[in-house]
C-alpha cells in the first residue's frame, strides 16, 4: 500500500504494482502545505479520492477521513464516508481508530463502506500524543492488542498499525484474521504502506521509519532548471516546438 494524492501519481503507483492505494490526510503535511493533518477537510479528501480513483484501474482505493469528519455524530459520519464511495470511487475508508469507532466500524461495514481501521500512532491525535512511537508500556501495548481484535469483530478488513514496536505488531497480526499494514511496526505484518513523498525523494523531512527509495526532488530540479535556463537562452521554443501559417504573413 502507498499513499497517492492526484491521478497521475496514482496511475504510476498502481503500475508500479501497489495493491492498495491510500488517499491519505497525509496530504495535509505532504502535498497541501500544512504543519500536520488536522485542517484537511472532507472536501479536499473528496476531491482527491476521484481524482485517484479515475487514474486507477484495479488497485483498491482507500479514502482517509480527515480529523473531525467522522466519530462526532453517526449520521454526518456515515454521509461523510459514504461520500467517499457513492460519488468519489473510493473502494473503502481508513478511520483513526480508537475506542471511539469500533460502533461506527460496525455500522458502516453493515451499511456496506468497508472499513480499514488504524492503532498505534495515530496523527489527527498529535496534540494528546505527539508523533512518538506508541505502545510505551505493557498496558498500553494490551489495550491496542484489544483494540485490533474490537474493531476485526467489529467489521474492519484490514488494521493499519503505525509506529509500534516491531514485536507487539508481529503479536496483532499472529492474533487477527483481517491483514495488518505496518508504517514503523516491523517486518511482520501483513503489508506495509509508506507516504508517497517519502518513498520517492520529494519530501522536506521523513519519519524515522520511513525509506527513500528515489531522489525525484532532484530530478524536477533539475529538469525545471533546464526548462527555465532553456527559455533564458532563447533554445526553446525552437522551430519543431511551433507552427508557421505562411497566410497570416504581412499583418502587420
Ligand atoms: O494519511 C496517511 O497517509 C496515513 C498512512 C501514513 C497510514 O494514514
Known amino acids: ?56 484501474d484495479e488497485a483498491l482505493v482507500v479514502a482517509d477521513m480527515p480529523f473531525l469528519s467522522f466519530g462526532a455524530a453517526e449520521a454526518e459520519s456515515v454521509r461523510n464516508c459514504g461520500r467517499m464511495l457513492k460519488e468519489e470511487g473510493a473502494n473503502a475508508v481508513k478511520l483513526e481508530s480508537g475506542p471511539h469507532t469500533i460502533e461506527l466500524t460496525e455500522r458502516l461495514s453493515d451499511l456496506g463502506v468497508p472499513v480499514m481501521a488504524h492503532l498505534g500512532l495515530t496523527p489527527q491525535s498529535v496534540n494528546q500524543t505527539g508523533y512518538t512511537q506508541q505502545a510505551g508500556d505493557r498496558e498500553e501495548a494490551a489495550e491496542i492488542l484489544e483494540l485490533a481484535r474490537e474493531h476485526e469483530a467489529a467489521g474492519a478488513f484490514a488494521l493499519v498499525l503505525e509506529h509500534v514496536p516491531a514485536n507487539l505488531a508481529a503479536q496483532v497480526t499472529d492474533a487477527l484474521d483481517i491483514p495488518t499494514i505496518g508504517i514503523g511496526a516491523g517486518g511482520d505484518c501483513d503489508g506495509q504502506v509508506l507516504v508517497f513523498t517519502d518513498v520517492v525523494g520529494l519530501a522536506d523531512r521523513s519519519p524515522p521509519f520511513a525509506k527513500q527509495f528515489g531522489d525525484v526532488r532532484g530530478e524536477v530540479e533539475s529538469a525545471v532548471g533546464d526548462y527555465v535556463d532553456a527559455v533564458a537562452s532563447g533554445s526553446f521554443p525552437a522551430d519543431a516546438h511551433a507552427n508557421t501559417d505562411d497566410e497570416l504573413d504581412d499583418l502587420y
Request: hydrophobic share 50%.
Open 1 to 56: 500500500m502507498l499513499t497517492a494524492y492526484d491521478a497521475v501519481t496514482a496511475s504510476i503507483v498502481e503500475e508500479a504494482g501497489v495493491d492498495v492505494i491510500l488517499v491519505g490526510d497525509s496530504m495535509g503535511n505532504a502535498v497541501l502545505g500544512h504543519d500536520d493533518t488536522l485542517p484537511v477537510t472532507v472536501d479536499e479528501v473528496a476531491s482527491r479520492v476521484g481524482a485517484v480513483a479515475r487514474g486507477t
